[in-house]
């Protein structure tokens, strides 16, 4: 058994993957930028541009294809059917223009994994923030330092955070900004250790009051959008109802 986070996006994401210690054995960030790339050439994937004659519906139906087949690429060894995914929910607050088409991916990606046997959380982006800090408003800046100390190599994925736009920073503190790869592979690895210590309580390896206080509060909060808490709600995967 395996444990997967997906931290889904259209031109840039990231993916981690756990094993049955809730350790890191594996990870890949997708990016369309080529000096990321170059950052960790072991793990990246590149994500091809837009082509000079290409309309930009037919680049979207592409990019869609090319990022869930290269996702597929980084469990070469894993059986789905064995295997446990978190995805982060849409953030219906975001005012992006791209938010359909970043549906329309995320959607491909569950049916897939669905179809091939998976089983599926979907987590908030708010829950992600508190699991990962205790703040459910927290910056991006705020998960991805918390995530420093369990990655592999924290050095590496420092070198992940590109500048974004303007900033008085010296370029020796351009990682302060927080964008790029990095910040993908913090939500991903947060998205997967949530769901690991969700299978942990459920084999009752872990109680509720073992757990921090932002940890727990996860697992009993309810919204309008989920009136059950999470440990009452079934994974999404064939053979449920």
């Known amino acids: 058994m395996k444990v997967f986070g997906l931290d889904v996006s259209l031109d840039h994401g990231g993916v981690v993957v756990l094993d049955e210690n809730g ?15 170059d950052v960790d050439p072991a793990h990246s994937i590149f994500l091809s541009k ?4 290409e309309s930009k519906d037919v680049f979207r139906l592409r990019r869609m294809k090319e990022y ?30 791209s938010i359909c088409q970043i549906a329309e991916l995320t959607g491909y990606i569950k049916r897939r994994l669905f179809e091939d046997g998976g089983k599926i959380r979907i987590h908030e982006p708010k ?14 800046k705020e998960v991805v330092v918390h995530s420093f100390d369990d990655f592999p190599d924290a050095l590496i994925q ?11 920073l010296p370029p020796a503190q351009w990682w302060e900004e927080y964008d790029g790869p990095a910040t993908d592979l913090a939500d ?12 942990k309580l459920r084999s009752g390896e872990v ?16 919204t309008r959008a989920y009136p059950v808490n999470i440990l009452d709600r079934q994974f999404i995967c064939k053979g449920e109802s």
Not at 211 to 221: A, K, Q
Request: with cysteine; net charge positive; hydrophobic share 35%.
């Open 23 to 37: 350790k890191v054995i594996d990870y890949r960030y997708l990016t369309s930028v080529k000096k990321m790339v």
């Open 50 to 53: 837009k082509g000079k004659d």
């Open 68 to 97: 869930a087949e290269r996702i597929w690429n980084v469990q070469p060894t894993t059986c789905i059917h064995n295997s446990y995914y978190s995805i982060e929910g849409y953030s219906y607050a975001s005012k992006s223009t």
């Open 127 to 140: 829950s992600v923030k508190l699991f990962a800090t205790g703040k459910g408003d927290a910056s991006k």
């Open 158 to 168: 420092r070198k992940m955070i590109k500048k974004k736009g303007k900033t008085s």
């Open 188 to 199: 991903a690895y947060f998205l997967a250790r949530m769901l690991y210590v969700e299978l």
């Open 207 to 222: 109680t509720l009051q073992n757990l921090p206080e932002n940890e727990r509060r996860i697992f009993l909060r309810v």
